[in-house]
């Protein structure tokens, strides 16, 4: 039954975020951050487990029954998390932007929008956006095995690595 539920989430997510009328959220800010969204932008993290600015728009909470927590995360230029695992593992739907991805020990990946990442459970890995352009991800995390797990930085020097073609 949870299985079916979690399905019907993520589908749900998936359809709201590719299907979905686009529509202007902010009139105030011509920043294309705050444009072009399906979901709000959210409230900005203020922690330390990111590097720049980023922003926060929780769409599901993880409860006992559906032990899977969803949110909106929009990325300035720049941004980025720090290293990280997640017992559970967790996915990345890109929609918007361009964005990175990186498993500890693997050459970092381009994210474009429209694409999916799962990252396998206790993987270090971060993710952020590019140097130029916002990047917006959706985050699926199974949070049954745990919290995620926040790691060292990520070093410029990582961060400007190479990617993978």
């Known amino acids: 039954m ?4 979690n399905l019907f989430i993520l589908s749900w997510v998936l ?4 299907t979905l009328p686009v529509k202007a959220q902010n009139k105030k800010n011509s920043s294309s951050i705050n ?3 399906v979901f709000p932008t959210g ?3 203020t922690n330390d487990n990111f590097k720049g600015n980023a922003w926060l728009q929780p769409l599901v909470a993880s409860d006992s029954l559906n032990p899977i927590s969803v949110g909106n995360v929009t990325f300035e230029p720049g941004a980025r998390t720090k290293w990280h695992s997640h017992p559970g593992g967790q996915i990345l739907l890109a929609t918007g932007g361009v964005g990175y991805y990186q498993e500890k020990g ?3 990946r ?3 929008k429209g694409e999916v990442v799962k990252c396998p459970p206790n993987v270090k890995h971060w993710h952020g956006a590019s140097p130029n352009q916002e ?3 959706i985050a699926v ?11 060292e930085p990520v070093t410029d020097a990582e961060y400007n690595s190479i990617v993978k073609p």
């Open 2 to 5: 949870i299985y079916f539920a």
């Open 15 to 18: 359809f709201c975020s590719f």
């Open 35 to 37: 444009q072009n969204l």
């Open 43 to 45: 409230e900005k993290i």
């Open 106 to 108: 693997s050459p970092k």
């Open 110 to 112: 381009i994210l474009r």
């Open 135 to 137: 990047f917006i991800q």
């Open 141 to 151: 995390t199974n949070t049954q095995n745990g919290a995620v797990i926040w790691l």
